[in-house]
């Protein structure tokens, strides 16, 4: 990964492009915190056009998670008709209202989704998602779930985490291989992966092999749901194919020591994928279930169509 120099925006910029910090709802408090702390060191300088140059190399360093633009336009709203301190105290206000809003969302989505948990509940699972696991753990401490089956999740291994996390919490947890899901799908009742973002017309980017579920789910009749809090819904995108899919390169799939090796290869390493809204039953969000077809309404009320025109230059 390239080093990004060393003021505290590229700092925080490389932690997100190497996934220091990874998962959609932390890269977008990561970056909220980063501008917010930008404001408060600016006393005296031209803040604006500081916020602008910030802004722009936060969003460069992970194209598909719309967490991570929106975070920035609701931190940055104030850039519409602010300027000088009355900015300043804007940006650093606003910073600490998304990172508290963002918090209470994950565990009200937590509350939100155990309800959809069926009794004595096998719970399918997919990388590593703060938002599923609240619901997952949620329902867990409702004695709703019996065990989690959860995916090592190629090629960063994020099952890992999520494994550690359940059983350290005394949720019962099997780790399968992405490949067995199909076949153990059979033993499922309900799955509940996480987003990267939601796109106006309900598909769903979320960590590659998250289409390959929803799949198996719809032939096994297994709910499929993604938990997913408003501001990972894109304003702009309609469809799954408008949204930037991330590729990591070939030294994350290859064995790194080898990967110079494999003379003629060529690797391709896309880390999400699209699923359709047709495949998902319901989009569990702070304030409740939604089907898919809603998230454009959802979003235009968050983040109205006048504010995403003023950050064009974004
Ligand atoms: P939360 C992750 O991406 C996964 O795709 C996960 O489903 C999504 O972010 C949402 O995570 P990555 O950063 O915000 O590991 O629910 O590539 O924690």
Redesign the pocket.
């Known amino acids: 990964m390239d080093e990004r120099g060393s003021g505290p925006i590229e700092r925080i910029a490389d932690d997100i492009l190497s996934?220091r910090v990874?998962?959609?709802?932390?890269?977008g408090r990561a970056a909220s915190r980063a501008l917010g702390e930008l404001a408060y060191g600016n006393v005296s300088g031209d803040l604006s056009s500081d916020l602008r140059e910030a802004a722009s190399a936060l969003l460069s360093t992970r194209p598909t998670?719309v967490?991570l633009r929106n975070a920035i336009i609701l931190t940055l709203s104030g850039m519409a008709s602010l300027d000088g301190p009355e900015l300043r105290e804007d940006v650093i206000r606003r910073s600490g209202d998304f990172i508290t809003r963002s918090r209470d969302s994950v565990e009200s989505i937590g509350r939100e989704g155990a309800v959809l948990i069926p009794d004595n509940a096998t719970v399918l699972t997919h990388?590593?998602?703060?938002?599923?696991l609240s619901a997952i753990y949620e329902g867990y401490k409702l004695g709703k779930v019996r065990r989690v089956i959860n995916t090592e999740t190629r090629p960063?291994r994020?099952g890992h985490i999520t494994s550690r996390w359940l059983a350290g919490n005394g949720v019962p947890v099997t780790m399968i291989v992405d490949s067995a899901v199909n076949h153990i799908m059979k033993d499922v009742d309900i799955v509940m992966?996480?987003?990267?973002t939601v796109t106006r017309c309900g598909d769903l980017i979320?960590?590659i092999g998250t289409s390959q579920i929803a799949l198996s789910a719809g032939e096994n009749s297994v709910p499929f749901h993604t938990?997913a809090e408003t501001y990972k819904f894109s304003p702009t995108a309609f469809a799954g194919a408008d949204v930037p899919i991330e590729d990591r390169g070939p030294k994350e799939v290859a064995d790194p020591l080898r990967v110079e090796d494999m003379e003629g290869v060529r690797f391709e390493n896309p880390?999400?994928d699209v699923t359709p809204g047709r495949f998902i039953d319901s989009i569990v969000t702070e304030r409740g279930p939604i089907s898919p077809e809603e998230a454009g309404m959802r979003i235009d009320d968050m983040i109205p169509p006048e504010l995403v025109g003023h950050f064009s230059w974004l």
Do not use: P
């Open positions: 996934m990874r998962g959609a709802g932390r890269i998670a967490s990388c590593n998602s703060s938002a599923a960063w994020q992966v996480g987003a990267d979320n960590k938990c880390i999400f």
